[in-house]
């Protein structure tokens, strides 16, 4: 059974920093475009970041371009997000998702499994 298990979220100030974990557990990685997604409170899931099987082609959403950075490492099946120049608008509860393809995508029907998610909270 596959499960995803995201770490690093937390409580940050307004310009601050903070780099999320993603450890997926029962099955490799090495061949799925992987991604990270978000959903404030009472508001939709959104994507944020997405990268591609071989981690040279990422996407990401206007919102956080030119702040956060997604990256992976193959031999730990694990994907990471850092986030630099926090803003309040950045909390959300932050999602990793394994792709069903190998190419990044910003739809979350081109992801098949998720994790529970971790909280990031910005205060200004």
């Known amino acids: 059974q596959v499960h995803l298990v995201e770490s690093g979220g937390g409580l940050v100030q307004a310009g601050g920093s903070l780099r999320l974990s993603c450890g997926v557990y029962g099955r490799t990685i090495s061949t799925k475009a992987l991604g990270w997604f978000r959903q404030a409170p009472g508001k939709e899931r959104e994507f944020v970041a997405a990268?591609?099987?071989?981690?040279?082609?990422?996407l990401y959403a206007d919102s956080v371009k030119g702040r956060f950075a997604i990256s992976r490492e193959n031999d730990n099946n694990a994907v990471y997000v850092q986030m630099n120049e926090l803003k309040p608008e950045d909390t959300s509860t932050y999602y990793c998702a394994v792709a069903n393809g190998a190419f990044a995508s910003v739809w979350q029907y081109d992801y098949d499994y998720w994790g529970q998610g971790t909280r990031v909270s910005v205060s200004s």
């Open positions: 990268i591609d099987w071989t981690g040279t082609t990422t």
